[in-house]
C-alpha cells in the first residue's frame, strides 16, 4: 500500500498556515542580517555543524562524524537530486551513517518524497512535511531521525524556504528532546501528523531567531 499523507489538509490548516507564516518572517529577518548577507557560507557552515550535534543529541549512539558529513551533504545538487531521485539521496545518507542504503521498511514513503516537496505550494511546508514523512515512517530505522532532519535541510535550501541554511532548528529541537520524541510517537493519524509538522516549523522558526542574534552579535 502507498504511503498515505492527507497533505492538502494538513497545509491548508489554520495551525500550519500560522506556523508557516511565523517561520518565514523570521527566517527572512535573519536572512537579511548585513552580516549574513556578506558571509553566508560562513553562518551556512556553522549551522550545519551545530544541526549535527543537535542530531547526536536527539539520537545518540551513532558516529557524531558520520552524522556531521550527513549534514554536510547538504546544497542544491543534492536538493535537485532529492526531487527526482529521492531514494538516491536519502540512501547516500543511510550509506554514510552506516547502514546499507536500503529501507528497513516503508518503502512507499521513501517513493512518497518528491510528492511531499512538491505539496502545498510552500517551501516551509515541504520542508516540514519531509521531515514529518521520514522521521514518523522510520524507513531507515534507527538512522531515519538524522536522515529526516537532514533531508528537511535540503528541502529547505532548495526550495528557497531558508536560503542560506542558516536556521539552528534541530537545536531548538535537542532542547525539548522528550516534547519531540512524544510528538514523533504522536504521529499515527492526520492530527499526528500536523502536529509533527507544526512542531518543526516552530522549531524553525525559533532556530531562525537563534542565527539572527549570533549574527547580529557578529
Known amino acids: 500500500m502507498a504511503f498515505q499523507l492527507p497533505l492538502e489538509n494538513i497545509a491548508s490548516?489554520?495551525?500550519?498556515?500560522?506556523?508557516?507564516?511565523?517561520?518565514?518572517?523570521?527566517?527572512?529577518?535573519?536572512?537579511?542580517v548585513p552580516t549574513v548577507i556578506r558571509r553566508p557560507d560562513f553562518y551556512s557552515a556553522h549551522a550545519?555543524?551545530?544541526a549535527a550535534q543537535a542530531?547526536?543529541?536527539?539520537?545518540?549512539?551513532?558516529?557524531?562524524?558520520?552524522?556531521?558529513?550527513?549534514?554536510?551533504?547538504?546544497?542544491?545538487?543534492?536538493?535537485?537530486?532529492?526531487?527526482?531521485?529521492?531514494l538516491a539521496v536519502l540512501a547516500r545518507m543511510d550509506v554514510v551513517l552506516g547502514g546499507n542504503g536500503t529501507p528497513v521498511s516503508r518503502p512507499d514513503a521513501v517513493l512518497a518524497v518528491p510528492a511531499v516537496?512538491?505539496?502545498?505550494?510552500d517551501g516551509f511546508f515541504a520542508t516540514a512535511a519531509t521531515h514529518a514523512l521520514i522521521a514518523s515512517a522510520k524507513?531507515?530505522?534507527?538512522?531515519?531521525?538524522?536522515?529526516?532532519?537532514?533531508?528537511?535541510?535540503?528541502v529547505a535550501l532548495h526550495t528557497g524556504a531558508d536560503p542560506h541554511n542558516i536556521a539552528h532548528t534541530e537545536?531548538?529541537?535537542?532542547?525539548?528532546?522528550?516534547?519531540?520524541?512524544q510528538m514523533l510517537a504522536g504521529a499515527c493519524d492526520e492530527a499526528g501528523m500536523r502536529a509533527v509538522v507544526v512542531g518543526y516549523l516552530d522549531a524553525m522558526a525559533s532556530g531562525a531567531l537563534a542565527a539572527q542574534r549570533l549574527a547580529q552579535a557578529g
Open 48 to 50: 550545519a555543524k551545530q
Open 117 to 121: 516537496i512538491r505539496a502545498g505550494g
Open 55 to 86: 542530531s547526536c543529541k536527539l539520537d545518540p549512539g551513532g558516529s557524531v562524524a558520520s552524522v556531521l558529513e550527513v549534514f554536510g551533504m547538504v546544497d542544491e545538487a543534492a536538493a535537485r537530486r532529492l526531487r527526482t531521485q529521492p
Open 171 to 181: 537545536s531548538f529541537l535537542s532542547r525539548h528532546p522528550d516534547s519531540y520524541r
Open 139 to 154: 524507513p531507515f530505522g534507527p538512522r531515519s531521525g538524522h536522515i529526516a532532519r537532514a533531508a528537511a535541510r535540503v
Open 13 to 32: 490548516h489554520p495551525e500550519t498556515r500560522a506556523a508557516i507564516a511565523a517561520a518565514r518572517d523570521a527566517v527572512g529577518a535573519a536572512s537579511r
